[in-house]
Every structure is written in structure tokens, then in C-alpha cells.
């Protein structure tokens, strides 16, 4: 089956780094589109990122400059390099897989890892 398996969340002051990895198996990960979402507390989930299967790639405003997408098909791994973070980056995150066209979401999803960043 499908298994999305997020790592590398955890705790930051502001101005630091982190580095979120996805690896991925049940499907074929070189074909699929691939994003990260991060949802806040009290807010809805939001686009962070996506890496189409020829490696281009998408970012939300807020993120642009500080946060860099990757994917390693040869390992099934989906990164996002996380830089200067910010107060308002907490949330968890998750990784998604396989864009739907049809139904304008992915369909699969892990777990989540939560990245907090503290003042």
C-alpha cells in the first residue's frame, strides 16, 4: 500500500534551519507530482510547494527564497530545505503525492511532522 513517511520536523529559534524529508513507497514515485502543505492551528491547510515529475517547482509566496524543494527518484524522497524560519512557519507539515487533476487535490498523504519556531 501507499505509505508517505515525513521526518525531520522538530523545534528552531527564528533564523534557523531544518531540512523535512518524505520517503515514499506503493506507488511510483518518479511519476507523480509531489508537494509539501503545512496547516497552522486554527488555520486551514495551505500549499507550501510542489515538484512536478520533471523537477519543476512552485512555492507559496511567504516561502519564496527562504524554502527549496527536491526529489531524489532514485531513493523515492521528497525534500524541503527549510531556511531562515520565521515565527509564522509553524505548523505541521505534510508531504502529498500525486496530483489529481481530476479531483484538484493528491491523493495520498503522510502523517505529518511538526515544525515549531520560537522567537
Known amino acids: 500500500q501507499v505509505q508517505l513517511v515525513e521526518s525531520g520536523g522538530g523545534s528552531v529559534q527564528a533564523g534557523g534551519s531544518l531540512k523535512l524529508s518524505c520517503g515514499a513507497s506503493?506507488?511510483?514515485?518518479?511519476?507523480?507530482?509531489m508537494g509539501w502543505y503545512r496547516q497552522a492551528p486554527g488555520k486551514e491547510r495551505e500549499l507550501v510547494s510542489n515538484?512536478?515529475?520533471?523537477?519543476?517547482?512552485t512555492y507559496t509566496d511567504s516561502v519564496k527564497g527562504r524554502f527549496t524543494i527536491s526529489r531524489d527518484n532514485a531513493k523515492n524522497m521528497l525534500y524541503l530545505q527549510m531556511n531562515s524560519l520565521k515565527t509564522e512557519d509553524t505548523a505541521v507539515y505534510y508531504c502529498?503525492?500525486?496530483?489529481?487533476?481530476?479531483?484538484?487535490?493528491?491523493?495520498?498523504w503522510g502523517q505529518g511532522t511538526q515544525v515549531t519556531v520560537s522567537s
Open positions: 502529498a503525492a500525486c496530483y489529481s487533476v481530476r479531483k484538484s487535490t493528491y491523493n495520498y
Open positions: 506503493g506507488f511510483m514515485f518518479s511519476g507523480c507530482r
Open positions: 515538484i512536478t515529475t520533471g523537477g519543476a517547482t
